[in-house]
């Protein structure tokens, strides 16, 4: 009998043993897979979208600078722990939408988180890297807006449908059309760190692409492609529809003065401005009309010829 309980004692101290080792095992994995599983937040930048989050009754929070101290404290929290954060925008008109569509009750944790996730896969997102709300929001901000923008103007291009008279569809030859004017103005701007805005008016409202592109003495210029196809798009719907846009080029070169150049839109084709042209509309303050002073160190061009190979535009 004291042989055999001896026995037992001994099984059941190595099943307590390979219990706590596969235990801590088991714990320490999923924590190193915990590591490698990214997390969003979606994040909300003003006072008038926390208000409305308020509404809800697990929406915990009735400070909104608390609310930003408490966001910031769980990112730093995230980058502690080794893990890749994402940060989107959490816009509570598209969170009602959302919620309606998919028939999912809003005033849930589990709702807000869903559509965080949808967000963060389709919309605008920053990558947290250390850096403070007050940098992050700003640049979160900027990058929702311009995938508005990209949004609206894709979908303006793929509403004109084909051309009565040829059967081309409108949308895709201003498309092309204005990817070749934009690699015609870098080829021709030369060597330097290139700074683009293109505006372009539509019914609704003002479409504004920004482009910041670098080229070397040699090879093409080096664009990020995502703002590259902004820049072409919003360029598209002015050529498309015909809008008295325009194009304002900054170029930033060692040793030299910025030089500033700038052309019309003029029936899907680019028209240099003159000099005292660009000067003028460099310097007015475009809310206002007032003029503002001219930077020092920066000279103002009259825009070159980019069209001598253009295809013609089509009608």
Known sequence: M??????????????NKRATIHGRTGTTMRRALRREAPSTIGLLTDEQD???????????????????????????????QGMHTTVALFDPEEYAEFCAESDIEPDSPASRSRFTAE???IGATVTYTGQPLDT?????????????????????LAGLGECADCGQDVGRAAFDRASHLLLRTLETAGPGTHHLVCSTPTENEQLLAVLHTERHLSGPARL???????????????IALESRGGVVLRTSAPGTPDRVHGWRLIRGSLAPLTAGEVFSAYCTDADTG???SPESGVEYCAGFDIGADEPEPHH
């Open 119 to 121: 967000i963060a896969a």
């Open 2 to 15: 004291a042989q055999t309980r001896n026995k037992y004692a001994g099984n059941k101290q190595t099943r």
């Open 224 to 238: 990020d492609s995502a703002e590259g196809a902004e820049f072409v798009t919003v360029l598209a719907v002015g």
């Open 290 to 292: 007032e003029p503002v």
């Open 136 to 156: 992050l929001i700003p640049l979160l901000v900027s990058r929702s807006v311009r995938r508005a923008t990209w949004e609206y103007a894709t979908m303006l």
């Open 50 to 80: 926390f208000a409305v989050m308020r509404h809800y009754a697990t929406f915990t929070f009735d400070d909104h600078s608390v609310y930003l101290q408490q966001v910031e404290g769980l990112l730093k929290a995230l980058a502690a």
